[in-house]
């Protein structure tokens, strides 16, 4: 039998993130000691009382479906961090709890854009912004940004693309929305005020929807935070996507939210319904622990974060051709490997881009690292600092070595 598979499938690329995951998984079947460099989420176990409150909430019968959109209780101490957070107070029908930052994401862009839309993104991006605006019809309009300046917007190159004015006013009506998320996965990086506001500004001006995924909000180093509602003085239409896995160390828990306009969530809501329904009730209970209880091991687990952010810049930086700045949140390093590019390895092979570099380092020193290209940054690699120390120390002396080989 002949299967027809849609035009849908041929549109959206794997995921390669994960596809490195799993050739590290069947190294490690084999006995072979790797270390995951790749890894996308913060290696704590959820903190104990956020596990209670979980236990808690089967023990008392919240094992069955929940409102669509979310529970009401969670929605309020949502409600509740964002005000404290930002003194903004949102209605809970502005809240939609979704399963994961991801779906969140996904049907935004599924509510919002439709085929002949353009989407803004900033490269480099998170591998699934790309695919999350062509799963809606739409496509992405990809603009550079500036690695000096925590990866910025470049906005010579936006003016560029989106063929305007000197203020920015375009003139293409297909571009409908930009998706920004500071601070970044890949890179690490955290704009500036100003380069949020001015991109606030160039939306207004436009009637852009601003999507606004703030996944590693309580994960800044160096200054406070600034959620981008405090910012928005202009009045943009923004969209904030937030999520329970970095933060709270509850990945598999499958919890993310949104906050946006009561349109967009009902109709955000409307397209959850038909697909997953509700988000799981016992990951819900639990969310609700982990935003209105102790904080105390969210700051103990961002403590350790900066000790081996520090010990990861300088081990990069030890390296012969390789540059890293300093990122001033999340948990990744973004270096530059450019230098080690074109190079020849022992069995002849030509390094042409990140792809062939990732896979050389595996086979050769068994580090699991991610290739910039696959984020729209030819010449990087990202690594993760979402491990111990000792670790990290390992794992770049091994990169050391396995570059060492090459010529």
């Known amino acids: 039998m002949s299967i027809s598979l849609s035009r849908l499938v041929d549109k959206i690329k794997p995921s390669f993130t994960l596809q490195m995951t799993a050739r590290a998984a069947a190294l490690r079947a084999k006995g072979i000691d790797v270390i995951n460099f790749g890894v996308g989420e913060p290696d704590f176990n959820t903190p104990a009382h956020i596990i209670e409150a979980g236990k808690k909430a089967m023990d008392d019968g919240y094992t069955k479906y929940t409102p669509g959109s979310g529970m009401l209780e969670l929605k ?4 509740t961090k964002v005000k404290n957070d930002t003194g903004v107070l949102y209605d809970t029908n502005q809240v939609i709890v979704s399963n994961g930052g991801k779906q969140s994401l996904s049907i935004a862009c599924q509510a919002l854009f439709e085929e002949g839309d353009k989407v803004v993104i900033f490269s480099p991006y998170w591998v699934s912004f790309p695919e999350f605006v062509r799963l809606s019809g739409a496509e992405p309009l990809l603009v550079d940004t500036v690695a000096s300046k925590q990866f910025e917007p470049d906005f010579d190159d936006l003016h560029t693309k989106i063929v305007g004015g000197y203020d920015f006013k375009t003139t293409d009506r297909s571009i409908k929305g930009v998706i920004i998320n500071s601070p970044s996965n890949p890179t690490g990086g955290v704009w500036s005020d100003e380069a949020i506001i001015k991109m606030l500004e160039i939306s207004k001006a436009n009637n852009w929807v601003v999507i606004s995924d703030e996944t590693y909000e309580e ?18 239409e923004v969209l904030t996507i937030r999520s329970m896995s970095k933060t709270y160390a509850m990945t598999g828990w499958r919890i993310g939210y949104a906050i946006a306009n009561e349109i967009i969530v009902k109709a955000m809501s409307k397209i959850q319904g038909q697909t997953t329904s509700c988000p799981n009730a016992i990951g819900q209970k639990a969310s609700v622990a982990a935003l209105l209880g102790n904080q105390q091991p969210i700051l103990d687990m961002k403590n350790k974060f900066q000790e081996r952010r520090q010990v990861m810049f300088d081990a990069l930086n030890s ?16 270096p530059d490997f450019s230098a080690h590019l074109n190079k020849e390895t022992k069995d002849g092979k030509i390094l042409r881009d990140t792809f062939d570099l990732s896979d050389y380092i595996l086979d050769t020193a068994s580090v699991v690292t991610i290739a910039g290209d696959g984020f729209g940054a030819k010449g990087y690699l990202r690594l993760s600092f979402a491990t111990s120390s000792e670790i990290i120390k390992n794992g770049i002396k091994r990169i050391e070595e396995s570059l060492k080989e090459l010529k």
């Open 219 to 236: 994960l800044v180093y160096d200054r406070k935070f600034t959620a981008i509602d405090t910012l928005n003085n202009v009045g943009a």
């Open 319 to 334: 390296l012969d051709g390789v540059t890293c700045d300093m990122p001033g949140g999340a948990f990744y390093m973004f």
């Open 76 to 79: 309020e101490a949502i409600q």
